[in-house]
Nanobody, 123 residues
């Protein structure tokens, strides 16, 4: 199993980025997929999650800090999950990770992790 995150970069505050997470070795539609981020000197935190299609029809949930600005989605044909990030703020600067799991539970329940992609938002 391999998750490949991409799409990070440098953007000005107020701008947008779309992160991608492509999977090999598993089918994303069967998994709960999450995005997490870790800023320098901070613990990794939850950003957004998308449930498997068989769980609540693939419902989503978001951290309060990104609600209304970020959108998680999935393209089943491409076996890829996206994180559309709009109205970016400097405090969104972090390494972003995608992860997948068949289990319920917090961050520790995620079994498969991508390598991370850097997002830097300048003020």
């Amino acid at each position: 199993v391999q998750l490949q995150a991409s799409g990070g970069g440098l953007v000005q505050a107020g701008g947008s980025l779309r992160l991608s997470c492509a999977a090999s070795g598993l089918t994303f539609s069967r998994y709960r997929v999450g995005w997490f981020r870790q800023a320098p000197g901070k613990e990794r935190e939850f950003v957004a999650a998308l449930k498997a299609l068989s769980w609540s029809s693939g419902s989503t949930n978001y951290a309060d800090s990104v609600k209304g600005r970020f959108t998680i989605s999935r393209d089943n044909a491409k076996n890829t999950v996206y994180l559309q990030m709009n109205s970016l703020k400097p405090e969104d600067t972090a390494v972003y990770y995608c992860a997948a799991t068949l289990r319920l539970g917090p961050q520790s329940a995620y079994d498969y992790w991508g390598q991370g992609t850097q997002v830097t938002v300048s003020s």
